[in-house]
């Protein structure tokens, strides 16, 4: 006889059949009622041991935690709170659980307390809930793009370039620390190294990928993407995953476009296939929600959120006109920003996205043609000379979702940025190759997978929706 999963005896439960599952016992009541756990379902399954005939010693075993393997029948249940259970036959304990010392205790545990024990957390109904709406969001990207005919790219995770020109980046070396090869200058010599440049952990790989879509002409990555940027923020992880479409031939219309798509079907991938760990979320929000000022409630429970998000158009909007609309708000005029909106060309804080998003919009924001100067080199420069073709989507209760742009396809233009800015034109010499030879108009953008999560799930910190959050200061696990 197989094991079966609870998922599938809940789905479809043969009443008489005899069955075997494994899990972990969540709690055992009155020496008789095992509530078990397999993590395939948010449910338990409520098995019932006969206690007169089984040995005390035995029967302390079955502790919250341990791991056990149970036989036989199902058979409907008596008692309220589930329609079946298993008589159990037999039970063997897998692994026992010291009760004194096991964390995950049948109460609520706080948040703070459980990423303590990351490596257990996986065993409360929130955590497997979370998770498993991740590994669906993540089922629903690729069949995205499968379906609409993206290629899957793989893009190097060790790389010498800094895409975003941000500097943010995790330095990948063999040298000994304690004393490196130093050139006569002084430097360090990373002709010496492993790879005989100096080389990092990938903060985009979009470079790569647009040489790909010049070539198979709609592809994406999905990959691990690393940022050494000290934000110690519920939205911000030094080690990320980001999915980056990259497509010929699209501009800037056609990416946001795509981009709203995308961002549509996921979620509503979610909310037809994990309707049971949504409402749990939901209901568990909507608790949390109790305990807070009225003012700090958020308007939407989480279903209604997402649906709202699915249903409606994102709204549309040029910095310029974002500018106009934050300059002559009220919090503007009473400085109620901590930025202050007083001139065109300012990098817009995650206020001012909130702000637009939350209160003034009521609705995600794609902001577009942005300033030439707050934005990364490879943008497409605009006719006025002065802003880019990037996007931004915004996102209420996160602020920036996506980031993309419709690349610079003019090598001129392209190398004349460069220069400005003092981007190394013969190390990325292969990426102007690509203007040099058969270039065009091409797009594309960047999902913070891990946001998309925050968001599908309602959760508050981007810490509890990744296995192992890696922050500053922390790489336990
Ligand atoms: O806006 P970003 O920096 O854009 C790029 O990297 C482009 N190369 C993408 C492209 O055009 N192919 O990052 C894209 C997205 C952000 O909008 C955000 O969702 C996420 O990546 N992101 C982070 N997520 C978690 N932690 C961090 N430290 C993040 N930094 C960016
Ligand atoms: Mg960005």
């Known amino acids: 006889m197989k094991t079966a999963t609870i998922k599938s005896l809940l789905e479809d439960p043969q009443i008489g059949n005899q ?18 756990n397999d993590g395939s379902t948010l449910q338990n399954l409520q098995c019932v041991i006969d206690f007169e005939n089984t040995e005390e010693a035995l029967l302390k075993e079955i502790n919250t935690g341990a791991c056990l393997k149970l036989t036989g029948k199902l058979e409907e249940s008596q008692g309220r709170g589930q329609k079946v259970e298993v008589k159990v036959a037999d039970f ?33 109904n929130t955590f497997s809930a979370i998770m498993r709406i991740r590994s669906k969001l993540a089922f629903a990207v690729h069949q995205y793009f499968n379906e609409e005919g993206f290629f899957y790219m793989h893009t190097p995770i060790i790389t010498g370039s800094d895409a975003e020109g941000a500097g943010e980046m995790f330095r990948v070396s063999t040298l000994d620390s304690k004393s490196p090869p130093l050139s006569k200058s002084g430097d360090i010599d990373y002709k010496k190294d492993f790879f005989g440049k100096e080389t990092n952990l990938t903060v985009s790989g979009q470079l790569e990928g647009e040489t790909y879509a010049m070539g198979l002409g709609k592809i994406y990555t999905f990959g691990p993407t690393f940022r050494a940027e000290n934000s110690n923020t519920s939205r911000h992880l030094a080690e990320f995953w980001m999915i980056e479409p990259e497509m010929a031939f699209y501009d800037l219309e056609d990416n946001m476009d795509l981009a709203e798509d995308f961002i549509k079907y996921t979620l509503r991938y979610v909310l037809e296939h994990c309707k049971e760990d949504l409402e749990f979320l939901e209901n568990r929000l909507l608790d949390e929600e109790k305990t807070k000022p009225q003012n700090e409630r958020s308007p939407m429970p989480l279903i209604e959120k997402l649906r709202f998000v699915v249903d409606n158009e994102f709204k549309r909007v040029s910095y310029t006109e974002a500018i106009d609309v934050l300059r002559n708000s009220k919090a503007n005029k009473k400085k109620r920003f901590q930025y202050t909106v007083d001139q065109w060309g300012i990098d817009l804080q995650s206020e001012h996205e909130r702000y637009l998003v939350e209160k003034h919009f009521n609705a995600p924001v794609i902001l577009y043609n942005y300033p030439a100067n707050i934005k990364a080199f490879y943008m497409r420069l605009n006719e006025d000379e002065k802003t880019v073709r990037a996007m931004d989507v915004l996102f209420p209760g996160i602020g920036e979702i996506v980031g993309g742009s419709q690349r610079e396809e003019r090598l001129d233009v392209l190398k004349k940025k ?13 990426y102007l190759d690509l203007r040099k030879f058969g270039s065009a108009v091409h797009s594309g953008f960047g999902l913070g997978f891990e946001r998309l999560v925050l968001f599908a799930t309602g959760m508050g910190n981007i810490r509890d929706v990744i296995p192992y959050p890696r922050t500053p200061q922390n790489a336990e696990f």
């Open 418 to 430: 460069m220069e400005v800015l003092g981007i190394d034109q013969e190390e990325l010499y292969w």
């Open 19 to 36: 069955v075997i599952v494994m899990g972990w016992v969540r709690t055992f009541r009155s020496n008789r009622f095992i509530a078990i």
């Open 92 to 124: 063997e304990v897998l692994g026992i659980s010291d009760a004194n010392e096991y964390p995950i205790q049948p109460k609520k545990h706080s948040l703070e307390f459980l990423r303590e024990k990351a490596h257990l957390r996986i065993r409360t």
